[in-house]
């Protein structure tokens, strides 16, 4: 049972200031999002000392690996918090799995969530926080240590008596997005941050962290989990964010004559520059404001987002921050398509098409060394290696899927490529961005309903239909669930469109895409 399933999840800067110049004038390279429970589960049970646990680090030495971000809570946190509650309060560590903490966790999932309890306490009994010990390590290690903050996390907030939850929420409903509607969707138990509390309450952590860790920068993480007003009210909730921002920069602003180097201010946002400005989370804003030194655009979680409008960012915010593409770890086409996940050759893919658009950073969430992780572990120190510049992804196998955007605003228009049904014969166009050169790509789309003879393809306004080349094996994940065929594309570079037209009525494309290296 991975971790993922015992959280019972629903589908639900830099060293100083020379360091801060160079690694934003120097793009490429990857950020790696550790999040607040994963070590203290798959660490469980085992002799934690000063230094094992400092060396979790070293795995990161060495790599392309630029930003550790290191995420200490949710509703909670995993260390000794003296303004939010520890994971572990509440907690009789001699007690049973089924003590009063527990008793509303899935029996079979209590030893598991266990681990992270009585891991996160342990330390703390024995005087070691692992987040200070990251950070110096880190350090020690070339690397630039940072801290993320969850904004809004919901994990498990369809259940009111989960041990996730803080008392702060649960004795305040009346502050929650969506008071009146019991439809089930985690969002409408969001905090609502048009109220004053629910911002001071949040502010006090970013206070906190600054008081105790010394780190590089601090990402405010506004896509854990993305909705933080009524729907409606995303607009005249925007200037509070902005306003919050602004005073989160103020601190580490105080903050940097103390600790006698740069602080820098990150923020996640959605992929989409009218997405995030009608949520209220105007990352343009606050990067040209001068509030954000490094902007993610990311997916929410429910796939990796391929076709990210890096270039519109770009215009928007210029050369004025970081820019880094968040990738998630699952991937599907569509949003009710089979869940699966990236391997190192659609992570390679997504890579080489987002860093050839103009991100300056490839950011890894949920890309962690065990359990929350690529099926395919044994390439882990490749993806460290490969993945995060051009020059060391070039000549290598990489997968460019067709895959969808899992985050819009309330009632905005969404849009996918895929499924595409034919009712009647017809055509079809597939637009992709395939990255840099590809000498000998083929192309693979599911079919269901028709044979491949049905079906004419033709690259960029080509002439001549691509040859099919024949079935495709199912092969490793991710893959089509159904029937899928390769055709011949040859050479493709950057943005691609493959003209589709099917001969006979009835058939659906689910999937798409583009393989080569």
């Known amino acids: 049972m991975t971790r993922r399933s015992l959280l019972q999840i629903a589908p639900l800067a830099l060293a100083a200031s020379g360091a801060t110049k160079n690694s934003q004038s120097i793009p490429g390279g990857l950020t790696l999002n550790e999040d607040n429970s994963h070590y203290f589960y798959t660490r469980a049970g085992q002799k934690l000392t000063p230094e094992s646990v400092a060396s979790w680090v070293d795995q990161y030495a060495g790599t392309q690996v630029r930003e550790l971000i290191l995420n200490p809570n949710s509703q909670r946190t995993s260390y000794a918090s003296k303004v939010w509650d520890p994971i572990w309060k509440g907690y009789d560590p001699q007690g049973p799995d089924d003590q009063p903490m527990l008793a509303s966790t899935a ?33 020690q290690k ?163 987002e391929t076709d990210m409008p890096i270039e519109q960012w770009r215009q928007l915010i210029g050369n004025k921050a970081i820019l880094g593409a968040g990738l998630e770890l699952l991937l599907r086409p569509y949003h009710d398509y089979k869940i699966q996940y990236n391997t190192l050759e659609t992570v390679r893919g997504a890579a080489a098409s987002l860093l050839s658009r103009g991100a300056d950073r490839v950011y890894l969430f949920n890309y962690m060394d065990s359990q929350t992780a690529m099926p395919d572990l044994e390439n882990y120190q490749a993806l460290l290696h490969e993945c995060g510049d051009l020059k060391t992804l070039a000549g290598k196998p990489r997968r460019h899927v067709i895959t969808y955007s899992d985050t819009w605003a309330p009632g905005e228009q969404q849009g996918a490529q895929l499924p595409r049904s034919f009712v009647r014969p017809g055509f079809a166009m597939f637009r992709l961005h395939a990255g840099p050169p590809m000498a000998d790509a083929k192309l693979r789309i599911e079919l269901e309903g028709a044979s491949p003879d049905a079906l004419e393809i033709r690259l960029n306004g080509a002439g001549d239909p691509l040859p099919l080349i024949g079935e495709a094996p199912t092969g490793s994940i991710p893959h089509p669930q159904g029937k899928s ?21 009835g058939a659906r494309i689910h999937w798409v895409e583009v393989a080569g290296s």
């Not at 030893?111 to 692992?130: F, M, N, Q, S």
């Not at 009210?233 to 920069?249: C, I, K, N, S, V």
Request: charged fraction near 30%; glycine fraction near 6%; include cysteine.
């Open 107 to 139: 029996a079979a999932s209590r030893a598991g969530v266990r681990k992270w309890i009585h891991t996160a306490w342990e330390l703390d009994h024995l005087g070691i926080d692992p987040y200070t010990l990251w950070i110096n390590r880190a350090r």
């Open 485 to 505: 065929w390769y055709w011949k594309a040859g050479k493709t570079n950057g943005w691609t469109v493959f003209d589709v037209q099917c001969k006979t009525a």
């Open 142 to 304: 070339k690397l630039s240590p940072w801290i993320s903050m969850r904004m809004n996390d919901l994990h498990n907030v369809d259940d009111d008596k989960s041990f996730m939850h803080s008392d702060f929420w649960r004795q305040h409903p009346d502050m929650r997005r969506m008071q009146w509607r019991t439809s089930g969707d985690l969002r409408d138990r969001a905090f609502d941050f048009e109220y004053a509390e629910v911002r001071d309450y949040h502010f006090r952590l970013i206070e906190e962290y600054c008081e105790r860790y010394d780190f590089d920068g601090l990402e405010l993480d506004w896509m854990r989990f993305g909705f933080h007003f009524k729907p409606g009210r995303e607009r005249h909730g925007g200037p509070l964010l902005d306003a919050f921002m602004g005073r989160t920069r103020d601190l580490l602003n105080k903050w940097e004559k103390k600790r006698r180097h740069k602080i820098a201010l990150g923020a996640r946002v959605p992929t989409r520059p009218q997405t995030a400005w009608a949520m209220g989370m105007d990352g343009a804003k606050w990067v040209n404001d001068g509030l954000v030194q490094m902007l993610v655009i990311t997916p929410f979680w429910a796939s990796i």
